[in-house]
Every structure is written in structure tokens, then in C-alpha cells.
């Protein structure tokens, strides 16, 4: 008989984590092929459909867990500040989807990590190491051979704005991070910042507000469905395996987007973006063994 090997814990944990990371990322990759496909509406509008349809579907996990909204009044300034950031990098990285390659604004998103670690300095009080800020340094670089900033400055202006939505996630991570570390659940995280960034966008809506096609209505709600199963596959991610273990995988969105963005509408991302991407990544991956090394 075949001896059948039984996986360590910690080891079962970590190939959990990194499967639902993975999940994650092509979810998220999906969450902007369907903005995009979703055609010539706001950035606002898609936001809010997006966010409206991950509300109800924290709101339901929390009643099925039996989660309470007391961690919410505890924990409110903090909650406030992570659903403002968010939200500010749901608008910025909308927008770049809809003027960019796909690849370019994923890219552009997967700023985050770097910007984590220079908000987790000034809010966490983390001490930030030569190395990872010699990694941040780099990162930047790489991001403008994908901005590509022109003398004008109008034709770099989506990027810029997808630019500044991974710096506005990174510290919407920060955030997450904090009120992870005081017990704050991740279903009521999600569930309030999706309800805020609602409430934050329906001004906008109202007075503003685009006719869209029934096919434009479900390609958004398909992209609410998309984005609901990535923030909760990377919450069960990071429930499974420390980021420092399983983070890097989250780049694969770049090579889920450029799929979907060659295959949806033929798009080739230029040599100086590749570029870019290499050396984003490459930081990335440095990262990951730094902190591994440190880890140990």
C-alpha cells in the first residue's frame, strides 16, 4: 500500500494560505475586468454598486457567524479612517482601470505592500529597516516606468490616480492590521467599510447619477460578487499563514490581469511597463525573504 504523507499543521496552514491568496488575486483581477467592461459610467457609480453588493454579503456572514457590531462602537476612529482610505483607493484604482491596461492599474494597486510599511512607521510604530525602505525606493522607481510621467502631466494622470489608490490602500492595510491586532473581526471590517464608502458615494450617485443598460447593472454586480471573494479570501489567507510567508503571491493578480486584459480586449502592455513590473516584483520578492529571514 502507498503510504500516505499527513502535512504538518503549520505547513497544511501555510498551502491554505497560499491557495486562497491566489483566490484572492484573481478575484480582484476579475473585480477590474468587470469595471471596465462595465463601460463609460463614474468611477463613483461603479464604486458604489461594487461596495453595495460586498455590504450585504459581509452583513450576511456576520448573522450566520453571530457576529455583534459592539467591536464596531469600540473601535469607531479607527474604522472611520480605514473605510476613508479605502475608499479613496477604490475611486483612484476605478479610474485607472478604466484609462490603463489592466495589468498597469493591478500593478499600479500592488503599491500597497510598500506604502504599508511606511504607514505602519508613523501608525504602528513599527521600526522600518534600511532594507525596506531602500525596497520602497525602488518600488517608486519602478511604478514611473509605468506612469510614465510627460512634461504636460495630462497624459499620466490615470496612472497618477492609480498611484495614489495603492498608496491609499496601503494605508487602509495599515488600518486592517491595527484593528486585527485589537480583535476586531474581519466580517464587521469589511461590512463597515463597504457601508461607509455606500454612504460616501450616494451624494455623488444621486445628483450625478448615469442610465445604465440591465447588462451594465449585472456586469457591476458581478464585479461587487468578485470583489467580496477577494477580501474575504485574503482575510482566510492571512487567518491560515503571517504575511510574511504567503504575501508575495499576491502579485499573481499582475499575471491574471495582463491574461484577462489580453484575451477581453487585446491589450500588450509597452516594454517600459514590464520593466516596471519586474522591479516591483523583484522588490517584493526580496521583502518576502527579508521578513522570512527575520521571521527565524
Request: with cysteine; glycine share 8%.
Amino acid at each position: 500500500m502507498t503510504k500516505i504523507e499527513v502535512l504538518p499543521d503549520e505547513r497544511r496552514g501555510k498551502l491554505k494560505g497560499i491557495v486562497c491568496i491566489i483566490a484572492s488575486a484573481f478575484c480582484f483581477a476579475l473585480m477590474n475586468l468587470f469595471v471596465r467592461l462595465s463601460g463609460d459610467l463614474p468611477s463613483v457609480q461603479k464604486s458604489f454598486f461594487r461596495n453595495l453588493v460586498a455590504f450585504f454579503f459581509a452583513l450576511a456572514v456576520m448573522q450566520k457567524e453571530r457576529i455583534r457590531f459592539s467591536q464596531a462602537r469600540a473601535n469607531l476612529m479607527p474604522l472611520v479612517l480605514r473605510s476613508a482610505f479605502g475608499t479613496a483607493g477604490i475611486l483612484g484604482n476605478f479610474y485607472a482601470v478604466d484609462h490603463l491596461a489592466l495589468a498597469d492599474a493591478s500593478m499600479l494597486n500592488k503599491m500597497s505592500p510598500f506604502f504599508a510599511i511606511v504607514f505602519s512607521c508613523f501608525i504602528l510604530k513599527e521600526k522600518v529597516r534600511p532594507f525596506q525602505g531602500f525596497a520602497v525606493a525602488v518600488a517608486f522607481l519602478g511604478s514611473l516606468l509605468i506612469i510614465k510621467p510627460t512634461v504636460v502631466g495630462m497624459d499620466a494622470f490615470p496612472a497618477v490616480l492609480g498611484f495614489w489608490g495603492g498608496m491609499c490602500a496601503g494605508a487602509a492595510y495599515t488600518m486592517v492590521r491595527y484593528l486585527s491586532e485589537r480583535g476586531v473581526k474581519g466580517p464587521v471590517i469589511v461590512c463597515f467599510f463597504s457601508g461607509f464608502s455606500c454612504l460616501v458615494t450616494l451624494p455623488f450617485l444621486i445628483f450625478g447619477f448615469h442610465p445604465m443598460t440591465g447588462r451594465q447593472l449585472l456586469i457591476l454586480l458581478l464585479a461587487g460578487l468578485s470583489a467580496a471573494g477577494g477580501q474575504f479570501s485574503i482575510t482566510a489567507a492571512y487567518s491560515y499563514a503571517p504575511a510574511r510567508e504567503i504575501s508575495v503571491y499576491d502579485y499573481s493578480q499582475i499575471l491574471f490581469s495582463a491574461g484577462l486584459g489580453y484575451f477581453a480586449f487585446g491589450q500588450i502592455p509597452d516594454w517600459m511597463s514590464w520593466l516596471g513590473y519586474l522591479i516591483i516584483c523583484s522588490m517584493a520578492v526580496a521583502v518576502f525573504f527579508y521578513n522570512n529571514r527575520k521571521g527565524r
